[in-house]
């Protein structure tokens, strides 16, 4: 069984940036799409950007041209490069993966999560 364990989280000022990553850890077959989402408090969790194990990218309106996802697949890691962040980044963001494993069987897992708190 794949686990995710999402690190990098922290407290950053307004207009900063933040690298999150996403680490896989344990035995599949392959990795296929990965996504990061976020929860604010009082919200529902959102989708932030995805990205195929092609390397295709999809992001929502609110970030496009702030985030970047990438992924290193020697590193079974998946990255959020955040830039000019904002106060309503502020959230817990998590990664999820769309995992197949050695029989061809496929599953979703979702890592535990990171906080993000952008101040003003």
């Known amino acids: 069984q794949v686990q995710l364990a999402e690190s990098g989280g922290g407290l950053v000022q307004a207009g900063g940036s933040l690298r999150l990553s996403c680490a896989a850890s344990?035995?599949?077959?392959?990795?296929?799409?990965v996504a990061w989402s976020r929860q604010a408090p009082g919200k529902q969790r959102e989708l932030v950007a995805s990205?195929?194990?092609?390397?295709?990218?999809n992001y929502a309106d609110s970030v496009k041209d702030r985030f970047t996802i990438s992924r290193d697949n020697a590193k079974s890691t998946v990255y959020l490069q955040m830039n000019s962040l904002k106060p309503e980044d502020t959230a817990v963001y998590y990664c999820?993966?769309?995992?197949?494993?050695?029989?061809?069987?496929?599953?979703?897992?979702w890592g535990q999560g990171t906080q993000v708190t952008v101040s003003t």
């Open positions: 999820n993966g769309l995992i197949r494993a050695m029989d061809r069987s496929q599953y979703t897992v």
């Open positions: 344990g035995i599949a077959f392959s990795i296929d799409d």
């Open positions: 990205i195929t194990s092609g390397g295709s990218t």
